[in-house]
């Protein structure tokens, strides 16, 4: 089955820096790529999602890139803010039905704190 | 529209008992996948439902199971406790259009379960 490895589990930034998340992924039928953001004691909440049709996707601060060939994708976080700190989890998934229904694979989760 | 409830938000039981946790969706979702969050296993899929069937499952004893009904409401069971199945227990909605294609799941707040 699928696997997802993300890195790193721990990362402290400064507020203003940049923050990047990597994951790489095992299967390479896996073609929908979400990203999550967890307070501590809420939902995860979906920040964004990549396709494989495409390399990388930007909403305002946030930008995910995706390498098909290498297998891993990548989150930025760019000028972060204090309120970025949270658990972030890269998973995947594939459009193929069967053993894929409603399944997501998820990372193990990287921790940001943003110091202001 | 309304996100993803769950209920209750919390329980504590005893091991050998069993406990129902429900999933109401989003209003016109028709899927449903429950995920198991844990500190030391992270996010692990147990499985999903679609027109009150089971479409997939992920590798979780049967003391596990689940079931949908026809408003697409979800229920999951977990049958003669252990203190292991002590969990934030999540179940997250998507729409999922026709054919194949993983689309965005949105989570519920949870259900935490302690078992002593």
């Known amino acids: 089955g699928e696997n997802v490895e993300q890195h790193p589990s721990t990362l402290s930034v400064q507020e203003g820096d940049s923050a990047v998340i990597k994951c790489t992924y095992s299967d390479s039928a896996s073609n929908y790529f979400p990203w999550y953001k967890q307070e501590l004691g809420k939902r995860p909440q979906l920040i964004i999602d990549?396709?494989?049709?495409?390399g990388e996707k930007k909403d305002q601060r946030i930008a995910v890139t995706l390498n098909k060939t290498a297998k891993h994708f990548s989150l930025h976080i760019t000028e972060t803010q204090p309120e970025d700190s949270a658990v972030y989890f890269c998973a995947a998934s594939w459009d193929a039905g069967g053993t894929s229904y409603g399944k997501l694979t998820f990372g193990q989760g990287t921790i940001l704190t943003v110091h202001p | 529209k309304a996100g993803v409830t769950q209920t209750p938000r919390y329980l504590i039981k005893t091991r050998g008992q069993q406990v129902t946790l429900s999933c109401s969706p989003i209003?016109?979702?028709?899927?449903v996948s429950w995920y198991q969050q844990t500190p030391g296993q992270g996010l692990q899929f147990l499985f999903e439902?679609?027109?009150?069937?089971?479409?997939n499952k992920g590798n979780f004893p049967g003391r596990f199971s689940g079931r949908q009904f026809s408003n697409s409401r979800s229920e999951m069971n977990v049958s003669t406790l252990e203190l292991g199945d002590s969990a934030l227990y999540l179940c997250a909605s998507s729409f999922w259009r026709e054919g194949p294609r993983a689309d965005t799941q949105y989570f519920g707040p949870g259900t935490r379960l302690t078992v002593l």
């Open positions: 990549i396709r494989s049709n495409v």
């Open positions: 209003s016109g979702h028709r899927s």
């Open positions: 439902y679609f027109s009150e069937t089971q479409r």
